[in-house]
């Protein structure tokens, strides 16, 4: 078996489309396969790990930001998400999707939706 010389590693823009909504993200993804990633309400690390040739998972907590008073669909106040994405890479593109499980101030599972994603690097 090949063994896949692609990595994601360096810093991506992209939008995660969730509900109905879409929120613009950056992620960095590092050597170690750590990776942090900011939006406008958020920030979050986790990790990575390529699965094949062109394709990887990866894994975060995305804590919403203090000033930052986020109500789930069902009415809930939410602390924090953790996110699992399933990803391939093509034609310059990351794509993905997985599930997006939220959390109350008490982590106290609060919702869960569906995620797609797409990304491009910036470096």
Do not use: C
């Not at 040739?53 to 930052?68: A, G, I, K, T, W």
């Not at 106040?77 to 996110?83: K, M, V």
């Amino acid at each position: 078996m090949p063994v896949s010389t692609w990595t994601p590693v360096g810093q991506w823009t992209g939008t995660v489309t969730h509900d109905g909504e879409v929120d613009e993200y950056t992620v960095t993804f590092v050597p170690d396969g750590s990776l942090s990633v900011t939006t406008k309400k958020s920030t979050g690390y986790g990790s990575w790990t390529v699965t094949g040739e062109d394709s990887l998972q990866f894994s975060l907590r995305e804590d919403f930001n203090l000033d930052v008073t986020q109500i789930s669909p069902n009415g809930h106040r939410a602390a924090y998400i953790q996110i699992d994405i399933d990803a391939r890479h093509d034609d310059g593109a990351l794509t993905g999707e997985g599930k997006a499980v939220v959390h109350g101030p008490d982590d106290v599972v609060i919702y869960a939706t569906g995620a797609q994603t797409e990304a491009r690097r910036v470096s």
